[in-house]
């Protein structure tokens, strides 16, 4: 069976560095639980909104996340009785791509190159088996739609959510 794993809010912390990087540009203390239910740039003042989105473009920012708890040893399992792909939406961060790619060869080393799918829209994805954290990507994918919990997706429904990596080893190991 083949399963696909997205990269960012389900196997890399984008969310908390996207915080990080706000408090620090700002000298604030804004909080995850601040910001729940929504993006983080939905979270901050209008004027700042656009610094979010920067966040994107800077250097290191891919390169220095952290995985998400319990989803290397979940993934290595994972990996013995699938077929895993990583599969991420990294044409739309140009800079990411590199990075991404040097983040997996530290934190996934047993997942190989060719085993990673950095690519614009993910509607291109055949296979059986979809954990991410956007609906939208989710919506189209033919397999089984899993959505791994993210702050921003709390109100999302009308697919079959994993709220951390633990549940995911429940239903797929």
């Known amino acids: 069976m083949t399963l696909f794993v997205d990269m960012d809010e389900v196997m890399a912390d984008t969310y908390a560095a996207h915080i990080a990087q706000y408090n620090l540009d700002y000298d604030e203390g804004l909080t995850a639980a601040e910001c729940h239910g929504q993006e983080v740039w939905q979270s901050v003042p209008f004027d700042r909104r656009e610094s979010i989105y920067r966040h994107t473009s800077l250097e290191g920012f891919f390169r220095a996340l952290r995985p998400i708890k319990?989803?290397?040893?979940?993934?290595?399992?994972?990996?013995?009785?699938?077929?895993?792909?990583?599969?991420?939406?990294?044409?739309?961060?140009?800079?990411?791509?590199?990075?991404?790619?040097?983040?997996?060869?530290?934190?996934?080393?047993?997942?190989?190159?060719?085993?990673?799918?950095?690519?614009?829209?993910?509607?291109?994805?055949?296979?059986?088996?979809?954990?991410?954290?956007?609906?939208?990507?989710?919506?189209?994918?033919?397999?089984?739609?899993?959505?791994?919990?993210?702050?921003?997706?709390?109100?999302?429904?009308?697919?079959?959510?994993?709220?951390?990596?633990?549940?995911?080893?429940h239903k797929l190991l």
């Not at 009785?81 to 996934?108: C, G, Q, T």
């Open 70 to 169: 319990d989803s290397q040893a979940v993934l290595k399992e994972l990996a013995q009785k699938y077929d895993v792909y990583i599969a991420s939406a990294a044409m739309e961060f140009p800079v990411s791509l590199r990075e991404k790619s040097e983040w997996l060869d530290e934190h996934f080393p047993f997942i190989h190159w060719k085993k990673r799918i950095l690519c614009g829209d993910k509607h291109i994805l055949k296979g059986d088996i979809l954990i991410d954290d956007r609906g939208y990507n989710l919506e189209k994918f033919e397999g089984r739609p899993l959505l791994f919990t993210s702050p921003h997706n709390i109100g999302t429904n009308g697919f079959e959510r994993v709220n951390d990596w633990q549940e995911v080893a």
